[in-house]
């Protein structure tokens, strides 16, 4: 019986700025869910849950003008 263990390198979310918590607060305000929002940034669904909810960066205001460029 042969045993193969695979490595799973870690998978850690990009830590969130204080500018994209702005885009994040923005676009959540447009009415797309978090985890779209998750998925366009490339982030775990948990960081937008955080900037949203402002546990992290809570004096980011929503960013204005346009938000991707």
Known sequence: MEIRITVVP???????????AGRIRAV??????QHDIAALLGINQGRVS????FKIHPT?????????G
């Open 10 to 20: 870690n998978r850690r979310s990009p830590t969130v700025s204080e500018e994209m």
């Open 60 to 68: 980011a205001p929503p960013a204005q003008g346009e938000l991707f």
């Open 50 to 53: 955080e900037v949203v909810n």
């Open 28 to 33: 959540h305000r447009l009415g797309y869910t």
